[in-house]
């Protein structure tokens, strides 16, 4: 695919690739939200061949257009992958975990005042 997807951005440029693959995406994720317990394995499949194509599309093509404008622009990418990664943990999963954490805490306290009294 990776050949494919160069000749693509080589001949139309990054916004002919990169659109086209943030729309496989998008339908990808429309098509996982429709799924059910009784949704066939082949649609299952298929669904995520479609994903992994424009995500390959979109990833390739951002690496390429940023290497081109910014000799260090693989770092920067990366780490703007791995600071989105880390917000998004917070947002999502953070919260059920910090009340974990606090029943845990409360636990200790009780029991370190019991040590103690």
């Known amino acids: 695919m990776a050949p494919v997807i160069g000749r693509l951005f080589n001949k139309y440029g990054p ?10 995406v998008a ?13 066939a394995l082949w649609m299952i499949v298929v669904t995520h061949i ?3 194509l424009g995500i390959g599309a979109v990833l390739a093509s951002v690496q390429t257009n940023t290497l081109q404008y910014y000799p260090d622009g693989i770092a920067l ?14 947002r999502f999963y953070q919260p059920s975990k910090l009340v974990i954490l606090q029943k845990f805490r409360t636990m200790q306290h009780k029991r ?6």
């Open 77 to 90: 990418t990366q780490t703007i992958q791995q600071v989105l990664g880390l917000l998004s943990w917070f």
């Open 50 to 52: 479609i994903m992994m």
């Open 27 to 39: 339908v990808g994720y429309l098509a996982y939200a429709q799924f059910g317990t009784d949704t």
């Open 15 to 24: 916004r002919a690739v990169i659109t086209p693959g943030t729309i496989l």
């Open 112 to 117: 370190l005042q019991q040590v103690l009294l």
